[in-house]
């Protein structure tokens, strides 16, 4: 059971780090932050629509920068009021001091009979998901090629990853409703995990179909081939189960755990599959309209994988069940359908994106005044909450400062918090 907790701890550790560098094109841009999360230019959008390689830039925009670096004002003041040097001192990270409370924000009232428990989480209990949640998606961050007259050879990198939880229906009532806990009842929680790589030997064409530059029908595809490099799933349930009396007895609870591990290690046989992308873009005068498609029927076939089981009682336990098996794997289909509107020295647009994982919805524009530009949008995230986001910049020559603000709620919490991001941009 132990090598199925490592794996899912690595998978997670991984996930993570997978999931932050496919977001980092946007999450460390202030101006795309400044603007709730849209994505107004080209680079962006030839991620999730193969026919804006093709697109010229707005006339009404000026130049997308060629480098954008991250400035750390946050990390900067943080360090300022909490020196490592004296860290072990510091009330904010000391469990001694008054100052470390880490449930402060969560009021929680527990009900202790003698052989009772009920919590209640009061406003909290209505963050508790009901259905399935989790993280996840589909990401390039890599994508070089060559391009000549509008066909393109490259090779693209490619990742997927998705956790997913869903609480068991006692353990939900428990957490939800603020029912009671009962004696010889199984509380428990189901998981899975998804985490595959590789690259993908790439073809594409994009170009203008009819029109001129000012009024255009665009038109772009890619063909792929997947190769995988490495492959994990797992598919879990654990929890507890309690005993004759909540309180009483030398175990009360006993917890219990089954997994079961599939992966075709890196070094083993590429995995292999064969899908695409479309895309469409329309502009007319100040009108901008694209919809795009991605990983159009990308299965992925790895002809040697391995299967284990792993099982916690009292003990932990685990053996093969297969190996130098064939599986198979699906890329989630993405989709990003935009529009934008620019006229004169103001943008205003909107876009729906899925990356495989639910739907985000951003609004959001910018206005230029001179030197000064102003920015601020508007976004639902894939748990249906509306987040904001807004900031500026200044551009002298071909250099550009931009700050942005944007809001996320957490998990566990009806309060909003606020992410400030900075930027230097070279044009």
Same mark, same amino acid.
């Given at each position: 059971?132990?090598? =199925? #907790?490592?794996?899912?701890?690595?998978?997670?550790?991984?996930?993570?780090? /997978?999931?932050?560098? &496919?977001?980092?094109?946007? +999450?460390?841009? =202030?101006?795309?932050?400044?603007?709730?999360?849209?994505?107004?230019?080209?680079?962006?959008?030839?991620?999730?629509?193969?026919?804006?390689?093709?697109?010229?830039?707005?006339?009404? *925009?000026?130049?997308?920068? !060629?480098?954008?670096?991250?400035?750390?004002?946050?990390?900067? *003041?943080?360090?300022?009021?909490?020196?490592?040097? %004296?860290?072990?001192?510091?009330?904010?990270?000391?469990?001694? @001091?008054?100052? #470390?409370?880490? +449930?402060?924000?969560?009021? +929680?009232?527990?009900?202790?009979?003698?052989?009772?428990?009920?919590?209640?989480?009061?406003?909290?209990?209505?963050?508790?998901?009901?259905?399935?949640?989790?993280?996840?998606?589909?990401?390039?961050?890599?994508?070089?090629?060559?391009?000549?007259?509008?066909?393109?050879?490259?090779?693209?990198?490619?990742?997927?990853?998705?956790?997913? #939880? *869903?609480?068991?229906? !006692?353990?939900?009532?428990?957490?939800?409703?603020?029912?009671?806990?009962?004696?010889?009842?199984?509380? %428990?929680?189901?998981?899975?995990?998804?985490?595959?790589?590789? #690259?993908?030997?790439?073809?594409?064409?994009?170009?203008? $179909?009819?029109?001129?530059?000012?009024?255009?029908?665009?038109?772009? &595809?890619?063909?792929?081939?997947?190769?995988?490099?490495?492959? /994990?799933?797992?598919?879990?349930?654990?929890?507890?189960?309690?005993?004759?009396?909540?309180?009483?007895?030398?175990?009360? +609870?006993?917890?219990?755990?089954?997994?079961?591990?599939?992966?075709?290690?890196?070094? %083993?046989?590429?995995?292999?599959?064969?899908?695409?992308?479309?895309?469409?873009?329309?502009?007319?005068?100040?009108?901008?309209?694209?919809?795009?498609?991605?990983?159009?029927?990308?299965?992925?076939?790895?002809?040697?994988?391995?299967?284990?089981?792993?099982?916690?009682?009292? @003990?932990?336990?685990?053996?093969?069940?297969?190996?130098?098996?064939?599986?198979?794997?699906?890329?989630?289909?993405?989709?990003?359908?935009?529009? =934008?509107?620019?006229? &004169?020295?103001?943008? $205003?647009? /909107?876009?729906?994106?899925? @990356?495989?994982?639910?739907?985000?919805?951003?609004?959001?524009?910018?206005?230029?005044?001179?030197?000064?530009?102003?920015? &601020?949008?508007?976004?639902?995230?894939?748990?249906?909450?509306?987040?904001?986001?807004?900031?500026?910049?200044?551009?002298?020559?071909?250099?550009?400062?931009?700050?942005?603000?944007?809001?996320?709620? %957490?998990?566990?919490?009806?309060?909003? /918090?606020?992410?400030?991001?900075?930027?230097?941009?070279?044009?």
């Amino acid at each position: 059971m132990r090598t =199925a #907790f490592v794996g899912a701890g690595v998978m997670a550790l991984v996930v993570g780090c /997978a999931t932050a560098a &496919g977001a980092q094109g946007w +999450v460390t841009d =202030a101006r795309r932050i400044g603007l709730g999360g849209l994505g107004l230019d080209q680079g962006s959008l030839r991620r999730y629509n193969a026919a804006y390689r093709a697109v010229p830039g707005r006339a009404g *925009q000026r130049g997308q920068p !060629k480098v954008t670096i991250p400035i750390p004002l946050g990390l900067i *003041q943080f360090f300022h009021d909490h020196p490592i040097s %004296n860290i072990k001192n510091d009330p904010a990270f000391n469990h001694d @001091s008054a100052g #470390f409370n880490p +449930v402060e924000l969560l009021n +929680v009232v527990f009900g202790i009979g003698k052989d009772s428990l009920r919590v209640n989480l009061g406003l909290t209990a209505q963050l508790v998901p009901q259905d399935q949640f989790g993280i996840g998606g589909s990401s390039r961050p890599l994508d070089p090629g060559l391009s000549i007259k509008g066909v393109r050879i490259g090779v693209m990198g490619w990742v997927h990853d998705e956790v997913g #939880f *869903q609480l068991g229906d !006692k353990l939900l009532g428990f957490l939800r409703d603020s029912m009671p806990a009962d004696t010889n009842t199984r509380y %428990n929680i189901l998981g899975d995990a998804v985490l595959e790589a590789g #690259f993908a030997p790439t073809v594409a064409y994009a170009g203008r $179909l009819a029109g001129d530059s000012t009024t255009g029908l665009y038109v772009g &595809g890619a063909v792929h081939y997947y190769v995988g490099l490495a492959y /994990a799933r797992v598919n879990g349930d654990g929890g507890f189960t309690t005993g004759d009396s909540i309180f009483g007895g030398p175990t009360p +609870v006993k917890p219990d755990a089954r997994a079961l591990t599939q992966y075709s290690k890196f070094g %083993n046989s590429f995995g292999h599959g064969v899908g695409g992308d479309v895309g469409i873009a329309v502009v007319t005068g100040p009108i901008e309209l694209g919809v795009g498609v991605n990983d159009i029927g990308a299965t992925i076939t790895w002809p040697d994988t391995r299967v284990d089981s792993a099982l916690y009682r009292d @003990s932990s336990f685990s053996k093969p069940v297969a190996n130098h098996i064939e599986t198979q794997t699906k890329l989630p289909v993405s989709y990003l359908v935009n529009l =934008a509107y620019t006229v &004169g020295k103001t943008t $205003l647009g /909107a876009d729906v994106l899925n @990356s495989g994982r639910g739907t985000t919805v951003h609004v959001g524009g910018e206005q230029r005044v001179g030197v000064i530009v102003l920015r &601020g949008g508007v976004a639902r995230d894939q748990r249906k909450r509306m987040e904001f986001g807004w900031g500026g910049g200044l551009r002298f020559g071909g250099l550009g400062l931009d700050v942005g603000f944007w809001t996320h709620t %957490n998990s566990l919490s009806n309060q909003r /918090a606020i992410t400030m991001a900075t930027s230097l941009s070279i044009y």
